[in-house]
């Protein structure tokens, strides 16, 4: 008998929800598998809703004539899955949101997905300024799982099916054929022409070197590609939504200071399964361990910033250097250390660091549950507590 995946309630499924009572369209965008269709077909369920799944034949010749579909549904919110497959729908949506706007249906007309940034975005801003609100889905992150479950978030990765497997060797299946598919079919959709061992070589050297300085020329000497080859892959992992470019705090303090982007596989679980790293114990074994749980707190405490922070990290010249500066809408400026010991140390390089920058408070996340000082004005904290307040600023 087949058993049924548990549904995990997504945090942002409220906010998408509000998003509709104000903006005539949105998109909600991510990987694909990071849950999208699900959380769209549950916030259908709650109202009235037609879905479309636009890499079905059937559904998109139901979109021939967009403009007398969406007449016939006018009182419904219509789901379009994988939008980007159907480019030249943007065009047809302008003037359908613009006769409801005239017709006072002007919000919760749409709801589209996409699986990357890339096309939907460059459409949408051709034709859809002003009409549309854009959030982004990644999996299940630090406050969707219970406490107990934050190490097997970090070695399993936040995609559902990889996340809610039965044993560790079937995650990481389940990843290894989701990175096979991602490169063989998906990439090619976007219009990329890039070998798929190629960007397999490409993306895996990323996660050997989570979180260090992008150093295009090295990876290219690897590749055997010139350096603005590199550029260009790094550029497709990023809007596939696959990779995180975290820039340099730019701030003119009279230090030198490291320009460099740092590089992040945005997921965890794909960092692992690219280094055949089966369960916990390979991951702490392996060199990138210390790394990879950076990583994994960068992109959990980026993604839950509120709306209008900056995410940047600093280094001078001379090796002071604090993991991640999250700089907050109402001016506070978090200055972030990340460790995974459970009795965690900060070095004098971070003390220093924030001399330079003076930040409104000093932390250190680390893998335990507690909070508490470790002087200087430096506070532990765990990666859900700190989550928690950033959700609730």
Known sequence: MMMRTPLIPRRIAQYIAALLEDFPAVGLLGPRQSGKTTLALAIAA????????????????????PVEYFNDHAKELVILDEVHRLPELFQSLRGIIDRARRDRRGTGRMLLLGSASVELLRQSGESLAGRIAYVELGGFDALEVPERSIDRLWVRGGFPSSFLSSTEAVSLTWRQNFIKTYLERDVAQFGSRVPAETLRRFWTMLAHNQGELLNASKLAGALGVESKSVARYLDLMADLLLVRRLSAWHRNRGKRLVKSPKTYVRDSGLVHALLRLVDKDDVLGHPVAGR??????????????????????????????????????????????????????????????????????????????ETFSLGNAVEAISLRALAAELQAL
């Open 46 to 65: 709650e109202r009235r809703a037609v879905y479309l799944d636009l890499e079905s034949p059937d559904d998109r010749a139901k979109l021939v004539n």
């Open 292 to 369: 990879s749980w950076e990583g994994f707190v960068v992109e959990a405490l980026t993604t839950m910033a509120p709306t209008g922070s900056e995410c940047c990290f600093y280094r001078t010249a001379t090796g002071e250097e604090i993991d991640l500066v999250l700089e907050l809408p109402r001016r506070e400026l978090w200055a972030i250390e990340i460790k995974r010991s459970s009795a965690p140390t900060v070095e004098k390089g971070f003390h220093a660091a924030c001399a330079d920058i003076k930040p409104t408070r000093r932390l250190v996340v680390y893998p335990g549950t």
